[in-house]
C-alpha cells in the first residue's frame, strides 16, 4: 500500500515536470521569455547596458586624461607599496620609541601578511560588483586617516599602532586588484603594455622587482634616521603625496560601471565561490596562477635575505676584492644596475613578443587585442603563444643567471655584476607580460577577482620562503659561524628552492599550450559588449557552449526570422 502511494506520487511529480516543460517550450517556439527567464533576462539586459556605458564612457575619454588617470594610478601604486617597505629601515627607531623586543616588532610584518590575504579575498568578493572609483576613493581615503593617526600614536600605545597599519592594509588590497583593470580598461595595446611596466616597478604586480625596490624604500627611509630626523618623518612621505593623488584622481578617474558575471548558462550573477571556480577553470588563468606562487617562493627569498647574503661576502673577502668600495656603496650598485635593467628589458620584452592587432570596431574598447601574434624576432607570421612563451624561456634564463650570480659575487665581482644586469633584463620583461596573460583570459566582468585571486595565491608565498631558506641555511652551516660558511650555507639553500623556479617555468610552458584557445574563449565573453540590449541574450547563447535551451530556442526563433523576411 505504501509503494503504490509512493509510486502514485511519483508519477505525479513526472506528470507535473512534463506540463511545465512543455509550458516552457511553448514560450520558446512563440519567442517570448517564460514568467521564469523574464527576470533573468532583465538582469542579463541590465547587465550588458552597465558594459555598453562603461565601454561608451571610456571611448569618449582624450588620451591625455587617460595618461593622467594612468600616471596618477602608478603613483598611487607605488607610494602605497612605499609605505609598507620603509617600515623596515626604521625598525630600530621604532623598537626604541614602543620599547618593543624583536619577536614584538616582528608582528608587523605577520599581521601585516595576514591582514593582506583576508582584504584580497574580501577584494575578490566585491571588486566586480562596487564602481571602481569610488572603491579606491574609500579605500585609500581611509588609508590615510588611519597611516596619519599611527603616526600620532602615543610611546605605550604599540597595539593601537600595529591594529591601525594592519586596517590600513585594505587599500593596499584594493590597488593591488584594481590598478592593472584600472589601466586595462582605459588603454589597450601597446600602451596598456607601458602601463603595466610602469606598474610593474612598483611590485604589486611585478614581484619579481621587490628585492630592487625594497631595497630603495629601506635606503630612503634610513636617509631620515642617519639625517638626524625621527621615524615619524620617513613614513610621512606616502600620506604626503597620497592625499594630492586622490584628490586628483576623484576629478580625473572615469565612473566604471559594475557588471554582473552573465557567462553561466541560467544568465544570473553568482557569488565569489563561483567566479573562484569559473576563473580556475580557465587553463591559462590557473597556470598562471600556480606558476606565480613557485617562483615567487625563490624571489620573496631572495629579496629577504641578498643583503645578508652579500654582507656575509664582503667580510669574508674585504673590501679590496670589491676594490675598496664601502658596502653601503657595493649595495648601491647592484640596485642601481637592477632597475636600469629592468627599465630596459621591459620595453625590450614588448619589441619581442608584442605586436598591435587593429580594433575590430573603431568605437569600442575590447580587452585582449594586444600581444597576439609575434614580431620581430618571428616577423612575417602569426605566433599566438609568443607572449606566454617569452615568459617561460625569461624564467628558465634569469633563474639560471641568478643562481650563477649569488655563486660569483665572492669569487668575481665584475661577473657578478654582469650576471645581476642580465638576471633584471629578463626579470623585468617577464613581469608586465604575466599580468597582461591573466587580464587577457579574464572576462571583463571577473578581472578584479581574477587579480585579487592572482595576488593571494602569490601572497601566500611570502612567509614560508624566508623561513625556508633559513632553516636550511642553519643545517648546511651547522656549527660554523664564519662569514664564508654562512655565505655558503645561504647559497646552498637558496639552490635548493631555486627548483621552484624550474617548476614555475613548466607551469608556464604548459600554460603555451591553451593560452590560444583561452583568449578566444575570452574574445566570446566580450564581445556581449558590442551587441544591442535586444540581441545581447542571443549572442552569448551562441558563444556559452552550455547555453540553455531557451538561450538557443530564442536564437533558432531570431534565425528563422530573419531568413523569412530575406
Known amino acids: 500500500m505504501t509503494s503504490d502511494k509512493h509510486m502514485g506520487e511519483t508519477n505525479e511529480k513526472e506528470k507535473h515536470g512534463q506540463i511545465r516543460e512543455r509550458k516552457n517550450n511553448a514560450w520558446t517556439i512563440l519567442g517570448l521569455h517564460s514568467p521564469r527567464t523574464k527576470v533573468a533576462s532583465l538582469k542579463m539586459k541590465k547587465s550588458i547596458s552597465s558594459i555598453k556605458r562603461s565601454v561608451i564612457n571610456i571611448a569618449q575619454l582624450s588620451m591625455t586624461r587617460r595618461v593622467v588617470v594612468a600616471v596618477l594610478v602608478t603613483t598611487l601604486t607605488f607610494f602605497l607599496v612605499y609605505d609598507r617597505m620603509a617600515i623596515d629601515g626604521v625598525l630600530l627607531s621604532l623598537q626604541q620609541y614602543f620599547d618593543i623586543n624583536d619577536s614584538t616588532t616582528a608582528l608587523l610584518q605577520t599581521f601585516q601578511a595576514i591582514s593582506s590575504a583576508l582584504f584580497f579575498i574580501s577584494i575578490g568578493m566585491i571588486g566586480d560588483r562596487i564602481e571602481r572609483k569610488r572603491l579606491v576613493i574609500m579605500a585609500v581615503s581611509i588609508w590615510f586617516v588611519l597611516v596619519f593617526l599611527s603616526l600620532v600614536v602615543g610611546k605605550g600605545m604599540f597595539w593601537a599602532y600595529l591594529l591601525l597599519r594592519t586596517i590600513s592594509s585594505f587599500a593596499y588590497a584594493v590597488v593591488c586588484s584594481l590598478g592593472p583593470v584600472i589601466v586595462s580598461d582605459i588603454f589597450q595595446g601597446r600602451a596598456r603594455g607601458y602601463c603595466l611596466m610602469a606598474l610593474s616597478i612598483a611590485p604589486l604586480i611585478g614581484r619579481d622587482c621587490h628585492s630592487y625596490f625594497s631595497l630603495l624604500a629601506m635606503s630612503i627611509s634610513s636617509w631620515f634616521l642617519t639625517s638626524g630626523y625621527s621615524w615619524h618623518a620617513a613614513m610621512l612621505i606616502s600620506p604626503s603625496v597620497v592625499l594630492p593623488v586622490t584628490i586628483a584622481l576623484v576629478f580625473t578617474m572615469p565612473k566604471h560601471e559594475p557588471i554582473l558575471n552573465v557567462n553561466k548558462s541560467s544568465m544570473v550573477s553568482l557569488g565569489f565561490i563561483e567566479d573562484i571556480k569559473s576563473l580556475l577553470s580557465v587553463k591559462t588563468y590557473a597556470l598562471l596562477v600556480f606558476g606565480s606562487t613557485f617562483s615567487n617562493l625563490y624571489q620573496r627569498a631572495m629579496s629577504f635575505w641578498m643583503p645578508t647574503i652579500l654582507l656575509y661576502g664582503y667580510m669574508a673577502n674585504g673590501s679590496a676584492f670589491y676594490f675598496n668600495l664601502p658596502f653601503p656603496v657595493v649595495m648601491l650598485i647592484t640596485l642601481l ?74 669569487r668575481a665581482y665584475p661577473v657578478y655584476l654582469a650576471c645581476m644586469f642580465f638576471n633584471s633584463l629578463f626579470t623585468g ?138
Open 337 to 410: 644596475l637592477g632597475f636600469t635593467a629592468l627599465l630596459i628589458g621591459m620595453p625590450l620584452s614588448m619589441w619581442i613578443a608584442e605586436v598591435p592587432v587593429p580594433s575590430i570596431d573603431s568605437f569600442i574598447i575590447l580587452s585582449s587585442q594586444s600581444w597576439q601574434q609575434g614580431k620581430n624576432l618571428c616577423s612575417g607570421r602569426p605566433f599566438s603563444r609568443a607572449i606566454p612563451l617569452f615568459v617561460t624561456l625569461s624564467t628558465i634564463i634569469y633563474s639560471l643567471i641568478s643562481a650563477t650570480a649569488i655563486t660569483m659575487f665572492v
Open 429 to 566: 620583461g617577464a613581469a608586465p607580460l604575466t599580468t597582461q596573460i591573466v587580464l587577457d583570459v579574464s572576462p571583463k566582468w571577473n578581472r578584479a577577482a581574477a587579480m585579487a585571486i592572482y595576488n593571494l595565491f602569490v601572497g601566500l608565498a611570502d612567509s614560508p620562503s624566508s623561513l625556508i631558506v633559513g632553516s636550511l641555511s642553519d643545517v648546511f652551516r651547522g656549527e660554523a659561524t664564519d662569514p664564508m660558511s654562512r655565505y655558503n650555507a645561504f647559497v646552498y639553500a637558496l639552490y635548493i628552492l631555486l627548483g621552484c623556479n624550474f617548476i614555475s617555468a613548466a607551469l608556464y610552458g604548459t600554460a603555451t599550450v591553451f593560452y590560444p584557445s583561452d583568449l578566444a574563449a575570452s574574445h566570446d565573453d566580450d564581445m556581449l559588449s558590442i551587441t544591442s540590449d535586444e540581441d545581447a541574450p542571443l549572442l552569448k547563447g551562441a558563444l556559452n557552449r552550455r547555453a540553455s535551451i531557451v538561450e538557443r530556442g530564442l536564437l533558432s526563433r531570431k534565425a528563422t526570422l530573419d531568413t523569412t523576411l530575406l
